[in-house]
Structures are given as C-alpha cells and as structure tokens.
T-cell receptor, first 114, second 111 residues
Framework: GESVGLHLPTLSVQEGDNSIINCAYSNSASDYFIWYKQESGKGPQFIIDIRSNMDKRQGQRVTVLLNKTVKHLSLQIAATQPGDSAVYFCAENIRFGTASKLTFGTGTRLQVTL | NAGVTQTPKFQVLKTGQSMTLQCAQDMNHEYMSWYRQDPGMGLRLIHYSVGAGITDQGEVPNGYNVSRSTTEDFPLRLLSAAPSQTSVYFC??????????FGQGTRLTVV
C-alpha cells in the first residue's frame, strides 16, 4: 500500500557537522510534506514543511529538499547541536475533499556526539 | 495560549475497563485527530474530525470511539481496554490543511 518510510533508523553525527535525514514516499497524490522533531517524552514538534510545487525550502539551520521524480524527501540540519538529538519523522499530507490526513514514517533517531 | 492539551498524562487500566482520553485545543482549529505511537511503527491515525459533529475513521479505529460536540474538544473513548491498546496516544489539531500541532501525549498501559 501507499506509505511513507525512512531509510536510516539511527543517525549519529558529531556536534558541528551537518546532518541529513532521508525519507521516501510512495503516494503520488501527496502534495504537502512536513518534518517533525520528537524529543523523549514529548509530542512531535513541527520543524519545516514543503509543498510539491517547490524543490527546496529553508528555515533556521534546516533545509528540506523534495525530489518528486524519485519520491524522496530530505531534511538537512546545519551545524548540528546536542539539542537536535531527537527522533525525526517525515509526514505526507493527503487531501481528500475538505479534509486532509497526515501519514507518518517510522522515524529516524538522530544522535549528536560531542 | 495553551495549544493542544491532553489529559491524563499517564493511565493504567485493567483489561475490560473503559476510559476517555481528553483533548482540548484553543486555536480554533477545525481539524483534530488522534494517533497512537508504538515502538518501531511511527504514528498511526485512529480517528479524525474535520469539524464539530463530523468524525471519521483512520487506519486503526477498532476499539475506539470519538465524538466532536464542540470545536475545542475531541475525546477518545476506549470501550473495553485490551493489552494491545497499550501505547502512547497523541491528539493533534490543525487548520484543514497545514501543519498539525500535537499535545504532549497520554501514556496508557493496559494490564
């Protein structure tokens, strides 16, 4: 069936380096994608989103890239900090009528080493 | 502005008991949803609502009921708790299309 998934379950990055978290999606009807960060014991927190009419979107230290040809999404974190340690989820938003539904991947754990 | 508030934060139930997980948002969002999060499975949609009086099933609705009598509140009812319902439950709200805001979660254990 249609699904959103992640390539790497755990990513270990040294403090100060850049992090890249990848996500594959399979639903061609999805036209909006979101990255969430979830710290231990907390709910998912919005990081950045991108619509399918865009290839790239930048925020503060984060960049999301969308490659619709291969149905691939990535989150880049510049100058990774210890506070970036968390589980990161990509989600695709599928609209049907006036409603929309988020489908999440299984998550990637980012570990920042000192 | 509290955002999305879930209660309780922790709950232990015996098999067969019923209970209601509460969710309230103060952002006047039309769209609200309930997810459960299990290890290695990400977040799975249980039920959602596109406005007061309108609810629908998500991926894993069995064993759960919802209602939406007001824009602000979206309670999730477990009719007869089972150990398979041990999970962390998240409520989320959003405008019809856009980023979802999540509550802090309810950790439920069914023994």
């Amino acid at each position: 069936g249609e699904s959103v998934g992640l390539h790497l379950p755990t990513l270990s990055v040294q403090e100060g380096d850049n992090s890249i978290i990848n996500c594959a999606y399979s639903n061609s009807a999805s036209d909006y994608f979101i990255w969430y960060k979830q710290e231990s014991g907390k709910g998912p927190q919005f990081i950045i989103d991108i619509r399918s009419n865009m290839d790239k979107r930048q925020g503060q230290r984060v960049t999301v890239l969308l490659n619709k040809t291969v149905k691939h999404l990535s989150l880049q974190i510049a100058a990774t900090q210890p506070g970036d340690s968390a589980v990161y989820f990509c989600a695709e938003n599928i609209r049907f009528g006036t409603a929309s539904k988020l489908t999440f991947g299984t998550g990637t754990r980012l570990q920042v080493t000192l | 502005n509290a955002g999305v508030t879930q209660t309780p934060k922790f709950q232990v139930l015996k098999t067969g008991q019923s209970m209601t997980l509460q969710c309230a948002q103060d952002m006047n969002h039309e769209y609200m949803s309930w997810y459960r999060q299990d290890p290695g499975m990400g977040l799975r949609l249980i039920h959602y609502s596109v406005g007061a009086g309108i609810t629908d099933q998500g991926e894993v609705p069995n064993g759960y009921n919802v209602s939406r009598s007001t824009t602000e509140d979206f309670p999730l009812r477990l009719l007869s708790a089972a150990p398979s319902q041990t999970s962390v439950y998240f409520c989320a709200s959003s405008y019809t299309r856009g980023q979802a805001f999540f509550g802090q979660g309810t950790r439920l254990t069914v023994v």
